[in-house]
């Protein structure tokens, strides 16, 4: 395995989880906006983001630091990405990419280890 370390995620206003949550859902189709009264005086709002196939997810409270709502049904997912998503995108490319190649050296060194290792062997 090679000694380079993940890269970091770096980003304070979104979760990485968040944001590929959100980043991976596809087309958007629909939005409905949601709220519900907690108590007499306090409710909590909500988004939810619909695709084509009536999959749902509720879009996360920070959702707007790293998305757009562009609100044109015309445009693709109705979503675009800011500038900081924009760099979120780079930085989920980075990592995904360093999973990648090190998923390769693992199994180069298990194979490696593998040849070494008989099943015969006595260990002391």
Same mark, same amino acid.
Request: some cysteine; hydrophobic content about 40%; aromatic content about 12%.
């Given at each position: $395995?090679?000694? #380079?370390?993940?890269?970091?995620?770096?980003?304070?206003?979104?979760? %990485? =989880? #968040?944001?590929?949550?959100?980043?991976?859902?596809?087309?958007?189709?629909?939005? %409905?906006?949601?709220?519900?009264? &907690?108590? %007499?005086?306090?409710?909590?709002?909500?988004l939810e983001a619909y695709r084509a196939d009536a999959?749902?997810?509720?879009?996360?409270?920070?959702? @707007?630091?790293?998305?757009? /709502? &562009? !609100?044109?049904?015309?445009?693709?997912? $109705? /979503?675009?990405? &800011?500038?900081? !998503?924009?760099?979120? =995108? =780079? @930085?989920?490319? @980075?990592? #995904?990419?360093? %999973?990648?190649?090190?998923?390769?050296?693992?199994?180069?060194?298990?194979?490696?280890?593998?040849? /070494?290792?008989?099943? !015969? #062997? @006595?260990? $002391?």
């Open positions: $395995m090679s000694d #380079d370390k993940r890269p970091v995620w770096g980003f304070s206003e979104m979760s %990485e =989880a #968040d944001f590929r949550k959100v980043h991976e859902f596809g087309v958007v189709r629909r939005v %409905e906006s949601k709220s519900r009264m &907690t108590s %007499e005086d306090a409710s909590e709002q909500w999959k749902c997810i509720v879009m996360p409270r920070n959702w @707007a630091c790293a998305f757009e /709502f &562009t !609100g044109n049904w015309y445009n693709p997912g $109705m /979503f675009k990405l &800011t500038y900081l !998503g924009e760099r979120m =995108a =780079a @930085a989920a490319d @980075a990592i #995904d990419k360093w %999973e990648r190649k090190n998923k390769a050296d693992r199994a180069a060194y298990e194979r490696m280890k593998a040849k /070494f290792e008989a099943p !015969g #062997d @006595a260990k $002391m």
